[in-house]
């Protein structure tokens, strides 16, 4: 432990220069947090994770905490793909050398591990904004070296946030400064996020005159405010990690607009209608059918419905993502994170019996109402079988739980897809053809008012029409190979081969047919891959 910490100190300091040490509270805070997700993940040895495991911990801890997705740590990463935080790899090179591709890297990761990279991680997303403040201070004509005022603080977060959510664009930053008039016209709700940048200020001040460190409060004049370099910094770095729940209202308001949309109440929109919405004025809902593909948030299975955004994938897909940097992006936050944090700290392991998770789950309220998780005779026999596939427990980080997660909770949990068939790419990064055409418009608005939305038509739907996605294709957070699955996946194999042995004789014998054979054997497990990188 006291190594690590040596280590982690090092790598912060490799950084950000001395001085900017994290204190033990800190790492306890993050501790208690990661505590119960730890304990519910599979082992390799002595308490320890494999590192694809490890990624997922930190990378979830920064979604479920602070709504920033980490690049270099995504979910939809190949099984084999073997990147670090951008930002590490960037700031911190000595530290992956010596902890993420050092011992560790063969013998797996211990909690502290985790603990020890997310608070350096932390420390380093405040930091980032270094360079872009510098460009702040530089455009207003203010020295770096010299104190601000409060109005001149004001402006300075103001200046920084308007680059901030324009990911650096400095050809339409200094558009946007040359004329007030336009700085409305790109932001609905600027005058919000000039408050929350203003905030940023009072938060500030209000730290430094009840700070209980004697020679800050004496350096402290209320009346006459004065902010270093220094302090701009600490609140930019304040703004990283706290827009994540400011901006959860908009969040909220796209997942409503959709909802209005979702007339099945199933978690899909008709792609005519999500674009229809775009004619009507609705800049958000402009995705190309192309991008919605890459984003993993159209499902084109449905014959009776046609292609269709899938609304919880769409919320947590790029496009969604307020603040886009070279190290980490601003998303709406993951609701299903919830509902595993529950079944996580309930069930305390990496497996459970269909029993003990339905147990969980019926006691589960969603949306504003309360409503009862949608249990269905047949969601119930699709968790048994998953459960059948390994020795009567499920694992609750395999896909196909997930999967089975979607269809409980269609508006609140993602569609899981395999592992590398997705991308991250943001509108700038896939290109021109990230927004739909004008034909393409014009097409769906027209099969939009030429169709009914009838409820009882679409009520129509049979669950599984609705469920036509799912896949039987299996794939895990922990390593098949580990020694901690070994003996619970040997028994799963021995309990199918006893399965199928049975199987084979009762055809043999003339008792069962070879279809029928196949109706009762479980789903196979050939598929078995490992999953969330």
């Known amino acids: 432990m006291a190594q690590l910490q040596k280590v982690m100190k090092e790598a912060v300091d490799e950084a950000l220069g001395f001085g900017h040490g994290i204190e033990q509270q800190s790492l306890e805070v993050i501790r208690r947090r990661v505590e ?46 073997e990147s670090e935080a951008a930002l590490l790899t960037s700031y911190a090179p000595n530290y992956v050398r010596k902890v993420l591709e050092g011992d560790s890297s063969r013998n797996g990761f211990a909690m502290e591990d985790a603990v020890a990279m997310i608070a350096a991680l932390v420390r380093l997303i405040e930091h980032t904004g270094t360079d872009m403040l510098e460009n702040v201070y530089n455009t207003l004509g203010m020295d770096m070296k010299m104190d601000a005022s409060r109005e001149q603080m004001f402006k300075v977060m103001d200046s920084y946030i308007l680059r901030w959510m324009m990911s650096g664009d400095m050809e339409g930053v200094a558009m946007i400064e040359a004329n007030e008039t336009f700085r409305a016209m790109a932001f609905d709700d600027w005058d919000e996020i000039s408050g929350f940048a203003h905030a940023q200020v009072n938060h500030f001040e209000y730290a430094r005159q009840h700070s209980k460190e004697l020679s800050s409060v004496s350096a402290w004049n209320a009346l006459r405010p004065h902010f270093s370099f220094a302090d701009a910094q600490a609140m930019v770095g304040s ?31 008709k792609l005519s209608d999500f674009h229809g919405t775009a004619t009507g004025g ?8 192309e991008y919605l593909r890459q984003m993993g948030a159209l499902d084109e299975t449905s014959t009776w419905r046609g292609p269709s955004v899938i609304v919880t994938n769409y ?31 309930s069930i305390g392991g990496a497996v459970a019996t269909p029993e003990e998770i339905l147990s969980i789950i019926e006691r589960i309220r969603t949306g504003f109402d309360d409503e009862e998780p949608k249990l269905t005779y047949s969601l119930k026999s699709q968790l048994k079988q998953i459960a059948q596939t390994h020795a009567g427990k499920v694992p609750i980080h395999g896909r196909l739980f997930s999967q089975w997660m979607h269809y409980v909770f ?25 927004m739909v055409s004008n034909e393409e418009l014009a097409a769906h608005t027209l099969q939009s008012t030429s169709q009914t939305n009838d409820t009882a038509l679409l009520a129509a739907e049979t669950e599984d029409e609705w469920k036509s996605k799912w896949s039987h294709e299996e794939e895990l957070l922990t390593d098949l190979s580990s020694p901690s699955w070994q003996a619970d996946f040997s028994t799963s194999v021995l309990g199918l081969m006893v399965v ?26 050939g598929g078995l891959k490992s999953h969330y990188v």
Request: aromatic share 10%.
């Open 36 to 81: 119960p997700m730890w304990r519910a993940l599979h082992k390799i040895q002595e308490g320890r994770v494999d590192r694809r495991s490890f990624r997922y911990v930190v990378q979830r801890y920064f979604m479920q905490r602070l709504h920033l997705s980490i690049v270099g740590l995504e979910a939809n990463l190949a099984a084999d793909t």
């Open 500 to 525: 199928a042995s049975v199987g084979m004789l009762l055809v043999k014998s003339g008792l069962v047919s070879t279809r029928a054979t196949k109706d009762v054997l479980p789903t196979s497990v």
């Open 239 to 269: 703004m990283a990690i706290s827009f994540g729940d400011f901006w959860e209202t908009e969040c909220a308001d796209v997942k409503s607009e959709l909802m209005k949309l979702d007339y099945n109440k199933n978690g899909r929109v």
């Open 315 to 345: 919320l947590q897909a790029p496009s969604n993502c307020i603040i886009t940097t070279e190290h980490y992006r601003v998303c709406c936050a993951n609701e299903c994170d919830e509902y595993l944090k529950e079944l996580e700290e």
């Open 410 to 434: 269609p508006l609140e949990c993602a569609f899981p897809h395999k592992s590398g068939t997705t991308s991250t790419l943001t509108p700038s990064d896939f290109g021109d053809g990230y």
């Open 282 to 289: 609705e800049w958000r809902f402009s995705e190309s059918k």
